[in-house]
């Protein structure tokens, strides 16, 4: 359900706070807002997150061992192999791809595993929480999609807080990418690599209604540029 997004500048001021305790560059006074006033926002349905965090884990599967004949067949069951992007199919169907990229989709799923609920933070000075995997379908013992929707019941954030969550990753992307170029020390654990990706489930999930919003992006439609 939609609902009014909170005050972009205030958001703005708590996220520009925030990269001032962690000591990080901050952005120039003309960096774009989120979103502007009285917007629309709200999350993608639960069962569509849900399912894009199931593909991610198999994806990340694969990374790491899983055939991809086993790969295949348990998309297929969960009936989630439509859901596959162009360069998803290929790795997971056809080992074609950099499997490092793909390696790093494990921030983009702790982002989306954040927005159901299963995961506590997403504190940007370390990377995806112990136990992560743990949460999600438990591919080595054939758990069914299904069967870790029931095991998990998802209640996923409200959306002013992800709104908020996706300002904060929007400024802290900038940053991390400025402090690397300029070789300054990063604060935390984590590189504009984990940051990017984080920010990448964010926007895909989070949803704006208003005069300079267009349509939801698919997943490989998502627009890091800025």
């Not at 969960?78 to 290929?90: G, I, N, Q």
């Not at 490092?100 to 940007?124: K, N, T, V």
């Not at 709104?163 to 900038?174: I, K, P």
């Amino acid at each position: 359900m939609s609902v009014t997004a909170p005050d972009p500048q205030r958001v703005r001021e708590a996220s520009l706070e925030e990269l001032h305790r962690l000591r990080l560059p901050l952005p120039p006074p003309n960096f774009p807002l989120c979103w502007e006033p009285g917007d629309l926002v709200e999350l993608r349905p639960g069962d569509e997150i849900e399912a894009r965090a199931a593909v991610l884990n198999v994806v990340l599967a694969r990374t790491v061992g899983m055939p991809p004949e086993l790969a295949m067949d348990w998309l297929l069951e969960a009936k989630l192999v439509d859901l596959l992007t162009r360069p998803e199919w290929h790795f997971v169907a056809e080992d074609e791809g950099d499997e490092r990229s793909f390696a790093l989709h494990l921030e983009a799923l702790f982002a989306l595993s954040w927005l159901l609920g299963i995961a506590m933070d997403l504190d940007p000075l370390r990377p995806s929480a112990d136990g992560l995997l743990e949460r999600l379908p438990n591919l080595p013992q054939g758990e069914t999609f299904t069967a870790w929707r029931c095991r998990t019941l998802a209640a996923p954030r409200d959306a002013a807080s992800a709104a908020a969550q996706l300002d904060l990753y929007y400024c802290l992307d900038w940053s991390y990418l400025e402090a690397e170029r300029r070789r300054l020390p990063l604060p935390g654990q984590v590189d504009s690599n984990v940051v990017g990706q984080r920010r990448w489930a964010l926007e895909w999930a989070v949803v704006f209604t208003g005069p300079y919003h267009g349509a939801p992006p698919n997943w490989e439609e998502v627009d890091l540029s800025t």
